[in-house]
């Protein structure tokens, strides 16, 4: 499993080019040779980095669904709008299309955000507008979702 760390700052070129930082190309030296697949989020106008290992494990869980059950189709349409699979050029950049730069409202200012196993790229306007929400109390939020989750002690 890969664990990325960090958030990145950086722009897109004019054709839709992304430099990797090297802080990050460092983290995927490793899996840099299997290639990504990149693809639309969820729950949010960003897109979703994923080293081919990653998105094999992701997809496997996508590939259990009942095709008889529509609701499952609508989902996996869903999913796999828009998704590509890339390379990294020798120059450490990766390319997004246009119909993906689209979703996610990416102009020119750009982070790269850890979410743990993949990395989500926003539009940074964007980006700063979902982590500095006023409405979201992260701590309430931390506790919700991680106060009944016994860790237990590694030692």
Same mark, same amino acid.
């Given at each position: 499993?890969? +664990?990325?760390?960090?958030?990145?700052?950086?722009?897109?070129?004019?054709?839709?080019?992304?430099a990797l930082p090297s802080g990050l190309k460092k983290q995927l030296l490793?899996?840099?040779?299997?290639?990504?697949?990149?693809?639309?989020?969820?729950?949010?106008?960003?897109?979703?980095?994923? $080293?081919?290992?990653?998105?094999?494990?992701?997809?496997?869980? =996508?590939?259990?669904?009942?095709?008889?059950?529509?609701? +499952? +189709? %609508?989902?996996?349409?869903?999913?796999?709008? #828009?998704?590509?699979?890339?390379?990294? %050029?020798?120059?450490?950049?990766?390319?997004?299309?246009?119909?993906?730069? +689209?979703?996610?409202?990416?102009?020119?200012?750009? =982070?790269?955000?850890?979410? =743990?196993?993949?990395?989500?790229?926003?539009?940074?306007?964007?980006?700063?507008?979902?982590?500095?929400? $006023?409405? =979201?109390?992260?701590?309430?939020?931390?506790?919700?979702?991680? #106060?009944?989750? %016994?860790?237990? %002690?590694?030692?």
């Amino acid at each position: 499993m890969v +664990n990325i760390i960090g958030s990145y700052e950086c722009r897109v070129d004019a054709k839709g080019r992304l430099a990797l930082p090297s802080g990050l190309k460092k983290q995927l030296l490793e899996v840099v040779n299997e290639g990504f697949v990149l693809k639309r989020s969820v729950f949010h106008s960003c897109l979703e980095l994923y $080293p081919m290992s990653e998105w094999n494990s992701e997809i496997a869980g =996508v590939n259990k669904l009942n095709r008889f059950v529509k609701k +499952n +189709n %609508d989902f996996i349409r869903m999913f796999m709008a #828009g998704v590509k699979m890339l390379e990294m %050029d020798a120059s450490g950049r990766i390319q997004i299309s246009k119909d993906l730069i +689209n979703f996610s409202g990416i102009k020119k200012e750009v =982070v790269l955000s850890s979410a =743990v196993n993949r990395i989500e790229i926003w539009d940074k306007d964007s980006y700063e507008a979902v982590v500095n929400n $006023p409405e =979201v109390d992260f701590a309430e939020l931390a506790e919700e979702v991680m #106060g009944n989750i %016994d860790l237990g %002690d590694d030692k």
